[in-house]
Structures are given as structure tokens and as C-alpha cells.
């Protein structure tokens, strides 16, 4: 390991030699509060604090029957104030000896570890976490199939991508600010702020009047949604230890999954029995829900950190640079060849400014920034940069196949809103079991490197079979092949993130999981923009042809950009025409699954450079702040009066 990631696996290593001869711990156990501990030394070796029997509590001492006569010294629990000390107080401690697998540094009271938490109460956290991310994946995908409905009801074509991608824009570029705040003011807080947020902007989405309007409720909507799929998996590592949370990421997973995946059913179903409104409507009485449950449920520690000190801690330079260089480098990406040549100025400006605002954001972070919001000391270490990079590659490939292929559907094979989304479902169901399935197998083995390598080679296969499909209805060609794809797709929903955390400390945590999301929702962003522009420029290099074929008519109406919004027209055409024009989608698509196989398979190679490392069972809670950003800043561990006077 290189020298520079010594200090982040130091807190790893002595987990994994406490967790020598320990058994695994039951799930329940495993979720609670944790309390750091003052070690107690060897009999031999401790000077009892004379004049001061303090009672430690039981959990934190040890089990063993012991015959000597010293005094206990006092227990420091996450959840408790100072100890009360009788008069006069005690000697200064003396040093304590260096932790070994029989004295761990840091004890971490498996018995205590539901203390605070019912299981009832557990349960009812994991559900509103579960919910939110539901909500905040569903939104990503629900509008596909509405889409030309909406279009036809605001006459405003221009709009096909722009509604996917103001929500995922405004998605990818607050994520990492997110994780940062809540880093300052506590998980708890910010979760209950991005949810109020998601739930304001799905009402103005349901009742907007223009598309003007939907955009930018759309683009509010992920701003909000930027904090919904990354906190959970944040508020995970605060309650589980790595081995355990290998489990609940893969619920994660699977839920992220599903809802991805039905989003287009889902959409599919309220256009055509509903309205496309009700696509936004779905989200407030479950957002509620989930917001009544975080607030009156989820315990975390609250940093109580001060508004002015918290807002003056946040980077705001870097959050502007951040996002203003995702927002003109894929606004470039969504007019190039489009809206505008890829050679004009505005196409040109933003590509560039873009990508000389995410180097100027890049530079910032790393020699300015006091609490930079992506610290860049996460990405020197070889296996942190490779879950990274890959965990990119996976989001751009899968989102594009989940994103697109109702188009195929309602395109080529001729079904309405509905039927498009119900033949996705091969696909939902391979991805959100397999998903689930590498969760209990990362738990159980410790192994997360197998079902990453794994996972993106048999996704790359599925991908790439999909760019066989053709414009026959082969239906067996269709269910397997999304069946592979998704028995690929599903392991990389949860193991990536398993092995990021190996090589972090709890401290951490929160910075690396906001990258990480970041990454992956900046995939989706670019997946869905890259896509649409693919598909476009193909369309209309055809259009010459298709005026050969079919007639100037249909040429202008399909062979140019407003092919998305008249895919329903296709069915209706005569027999003749509508082969030409359906050969012609498929030419488009089968370009946007050839990128996209390019993609998985560019993870694959890179997932080699993964690192496999053992999965530690205990678990240490890291307690948020602006005292523990200045410790991180100074290389200083966490400070036990920080741990002590923390309120749950």
C-alpha cells in the first residue's frame, strides 16, 4: 500500500485484529449506537484513581472474571455526559498500552449496540431510507414513456431530453455539496432538507403549465434528489459495520434498481389510465411518509454546529465550480448536433468552459479550499480511483440501456406507454435479485472484488447482445438478453461501494460516499445526454434517404430530431412505410447500445485494479462536526471529548 493511505488504513487494521475470534454478530446487533471506550490496562500495569470508585457501565467492561482489587476506571460512552467523579479528583491517567488483539483501542460494546434503537424503530428507518431512495431513482426513469404525451400536450418537442435531464443535471451536480453539509450540520438535518426539497419540487412538477415551468421544476426537484441517494447510503455507514452494511447496500441496490427499472411501467401506466401529472403526484404522499419517519424516528448524533459558523465552514467556491462546469459541459453535450453544430461557438464554450471549470474546481479543492466538499486525497489510492472510475462506467451503461430501451419498444416493436414498461421487466427483476443476492454474499464472504470483475463482463456480454435485436420481434432473443444484462448489472449496485470503504476512515466516509454518488450520477447524466445526441445525429444523417423511400413528409417528420416525440405515429403508418421507418430507429439504437456495451466493458478492464481486502465486523460511529473537520484537517484522530459530549 502506498505510504500515503498508511493513516486511512491504520483505523482498518486494528478493526481486523479486534475482530480476530469474534463471532459475527447478529443483524439487529449490528445497526445500533456504538460507544468508544476507554481501554482498561492490565492489572500489572494500572494505577488505580485513589479516592474515586466510579461505577463504569457494564457493557463496556470486560466479561472475564478477574481477581485483582484494582479499582475500574471510568467508561466514556458516545451517548453520556462527562462522568460525575467524587472529591477529590483522580491522578491524571497514565498512558495506555498500545492496542493488540487482546486489548483493542477502541472497544466497541457488540451487546450495546441496540441501545437507543428497537428493532421496531430500525426497521421503520431502513423503510423511510428505502423510500426516499425509491422516490429519487423513480424520478430518473418514470418520465420516459410520458414523455411524448407531454411533448403533445405542451407542443414543445425541443423538450424530449431536457425534462430527463434537468432532473439529472440538477441531480449530479448537488450531490457532493450534500454530503459535505452534512458532514458540517448532521446527517439527520440535511436528509429531512433534501426530502422537503424532492417534495416541493414533484408538486410544482404536477401542476406545471408550460414546459418552461416543468424544466425548472424538474431541475429543483433534483437538486433535492441529489441529497436522497446519496445520504442513505452515508446514514448506513453510521449505523453498520462494513461487513454488515454490505448487506444493507445491497437493499439499497435493489431498491435503486427496481425503481430505475419500473419507472417507465410506472409512467407508462398513469399516462395511459391517469394522466402523466400523476408521475409527480405518486411522490407526496410517500415523501410525507418518509418525512415523518425521519423526524420522528431516525436518532443520530446532532452536531448542534452553529448556523453562521456552519455556513461559513461549506465550500461555496467549490460548489459553484462544480456545478456550473457539470451544467456547461453536458449543456454542450445536449445541443452539439442538435440545437447547434458541433462546431458553433455555443457548442464549442460550453464543451470548453465546462471542462476548464471542472480542472479551475479540480486545482481549487486541492491547494485553496478549508473543507474541500471532494477532498482529492481520496483518489491517490489505486483502489479508491478504480471503484471510481468504474462505478462511472456502470451508471453510463446501465441507466442508458434502462433509459432508451422503452423507446425500442414503443419505436420497433410497435407498444403503447404501458406494454413498454411491462417488457423491461426481465431486466427489473435479474438486476434487483442479483443485487440483493451479492449483498448477502458480500456479508457472508467478505469477498467483494469476484462479483465486481464478474458483474461487468456479464454485462458487457448482455449489452452487447442487445445490439443484435433488430427490428424483428424476436421475444426470446429480447427476455434473455435483458436477463443477462441484468444478472450483470446487479452486483455492481452494491459491491463498489463495499470496497471503497475499505480503504477510508470512518471520518471519511461521508466525502468518499458523495463522490462516489456524484460519479455515479454524473454517469446517468452523461448517459442520457450522449445518448440523445447519438440518437438524433443518427436520425438526421438519415433523413436524405428516408426522402428517397418514404417521401419528404415522413423524412422531415422522423429523420431529424422530433423523431422521439412522433414515435407514437410509427404503428399507424402503412405497412411499407412504417418497416423503412422503424429500420431506421433501430439503426439510431443500436448505435447508443454500442456505446453503452463500450462502456461496461471499459469498467471491466479497469475493476482488475480493485483491491480485495478482508471486511471488518466491528464498527466504529464517527461523530460529525466542524471539530472533526478541523482534526481531519490537522491529521489529528477524533478527540474523545468530541465523542463524549455529542448528543445522540
Not at 414546459?211 to 452515508?234: D, F, K, S, Y
Not at 409527480?280 to 410517500?286: A, E, K, Q
Not at 465546462?354 to 471532494?374: D, N, R, S
Amino acid at each position: 500500500m502506498p505510504a500515503d493511505n498508511d493513516a486511512h488504513g491504520q483505523g482498518c487494521a486494528d478493526q481486523e485484529r479486534f475482530d480476530d475470534g469474534r463471532e459475527d454478530a447478529a443483524f439487529v446487533n449490528s445497526v445500533g449506537p456504538v460507544h468508544r471506550s476507554a481501554s482498561r490496562p492490565p492489572a500489572s500495569t494500572a494505577s488505580p484513581a485513589v479516592g474515586s470508585p466510579t461505577s463504569p457501565a457494564p457493557s463496556a467492561l470486560p466479561s472475564t472474571a478477574a481477581a485483582a482489587p484494582t479499582p475500574p476506571r471510568p467508561t466514556v460512552l458516545a451517548s453520556d455526559t462527562a462522568p460525575t467523579m467524587a472529591s477529590p479528583p483522580p491522578p491524571p491517567s497514565p498512558q495506555l498500552p498500545m492496542p493488540s488483539k487482546q486489548q483493542p483501542s477502541s472497544t466497541v460494546d457488540l451487546d450495546g449496540l441496540t441501545k437507543g434503537r428497537s428493532p421496531a424503530e430500525l426497521a421503520l428507518v431502513m423503510l423511510a431510507l428505502c423510500l426516499s431512495l425509491f422516490l429519487a431513482a423513480l424520478d430518473m426513469s418514470i418520465v420516459s414513456t410520458a414523455l411524448p404525451v407531454i411533448i403533445s400536450d405542451f407542443k414543445a418537442p425541443g423538450g424530449y431530453v431536457w425534462v430527463g435531464s434537468a432532473y439529472l443535471l440538477g441531480n449530479a451536480a448537488f450531490v457532493p455539496t450534500w454530503g459535505k453539509i452534512s458532514d458540517i450540520f448532521g446527517r439527520k438535518l440535511i436528509l429531512i432538507v433534501c426530502v422537503v426539497i424532492f417534495w416541493i419540487g414533484s408538486l410544482l412538477c404536477a401542476v406545471s403549465v408550460n414546459m418552461a415551468m416543468l424544466v425548472a421544476a424538474r431541475a429543483l426537484q433534483g437538486c433535492g434528489a441529489g441529497g436522497l441517494v446519496t445520504l442513505p447510503n452515508i446514514v448506513v455507514s453510521d449505523l453498520a459495520s462494513p461487513r454488515n452494511r454490505a448487506l444493507l447496500f445491497g437493499v439499497f441496490g435493489a431498491v435503486w434498481a427496481i425503481a430505475s427499472a419500473v419507472g417507465p411501467l410506472v409512467g407508462g401506466l398513469f399516462t395511459s389510465r391517469l394522466s402523466w401529472r400523476w408521475c409527480f403526484y405518486i411522490n407526496l404522499p410517500f415523501g410525507a411518509a418518509s418525512l415523518a419517519i425521519l423526524v420522528f424516528v431516525l436518532k443520530l448524533h446532532n452536531p448542534r454546529t452553529p448556523v453562521k459558523a456552519g455556513l461559513v465552514a461549506i465550500d461555496w467556491v467549490g460548489s459553484v465550480l462544480v456545478i456550473g462546469g457539470t451544467l456547461m459541459l453536458l449543456l454542450g453535450l445536449e445541443f452539439g448536433g442538435v440545437q447547434y453544430s458541433w462546431r458553433s461557438p455555443t457548442v464549442l464554450c460550453l464543451i470548453l468552459f465546462g471542462i476548464l471549470t471542472i480542472a479551475l474546481f479540480v486545482l481549487y479543492e486541492a491547494v485553496a479550499a478549508e473543507y474541500p466538499i471532494i477532498p482529492l486525497s481520496l483518489f491517490r489510492h489505486r483502489n479508491s480511483a478504480a471503484v471510481y472510475a468504474l462505478s462511472y462506467m456502470h451508471a453510463f451503461a446501465f441507466f442508458g440501456g434502462s433509459y432508451w430501451l422503452p423507446l425500442y419498444f414503443q419505436a420497433v416493436t410497435g407498444v403503447g406507454p404501458l406494454l413498454s414498461g411491462v417488457y423491461l421487466l426481465p431486466f427489473v427483476l435479474s438486476l434487483s435479485l442479483t443485487s440483493v443476492v451479492i449483498g448477502i454474499f458480500n456479508k457472508k464472504s467478505g469477498l467483494y472484488k469476484l462479483p465486481i470483475t464478474g458483474g461487468l463482463a456479464v454485462m458487457t456480454v448482455g449489452l452487447g447482445l442487445m445490439t443484435t435485436l433488430g427490428v424483428d420481434r424476436n421475444w426470446a432473443k429480447i427476455i434473455l438478453f435483458q436477463i443477462i444484462a441484468g444478472v450483470g448489472t446487479g452486483p455492481n449496485f452494491t459491491a463498489p461501494l463495499v470496497a471503497l470503504h475499505t480503504n477510508i476512515e470512518p471520518r471519511d466516509i461521508g466525502s468518499a460516499t458523495a463522490s462516489y454518488s456524484f460519479l455515479r450520477q454524473l454517469g446517468t447524466s452523461t448517459s442520457v445526454a450522449v445518448g440523445g445526441v447519438i440518437f438524433a445525429n443518427v436520425m438526421t444523417a438519415q433523413h436524405d434517404a428516408l426522402v428517397r423511400t418514404v417521401g419528404a413528409p415522413l423524412a422531415d417528420r422522423f429523420g431529424s430530431d422530433q423523431a422521439t416525440a412522433n414515435v407514437f405515429a410509427v404503428r399507424d403508418l402503412p405497412l411499407g412505410d412504417r418497416l423503412v421507418i422503424q429500420e431506421a430507429y433501430w439503426n439510431a439504437l443500436q448505435k447508443m447500445f454500442i456505446v453503452y456495451a463500450a462502456a461496461a466493458c471499459t469498467g471491466f478492464l479497469i475493476s482488475f485494479l480493485v483491491q480485495q481486502k478482508k471486511l471488518s465486523k466491528s464498527h466504529l460511529e464517527h461523530k460529525t462536526g466542524l471539530a472533526s473537520l478541523k482534526h481531519r484537517n490537522e491529521g489529528k484522530e477524533p478527540a474523545m471529548d468530541e465523542e463524549k459530549t455529542a448528543a445522540p
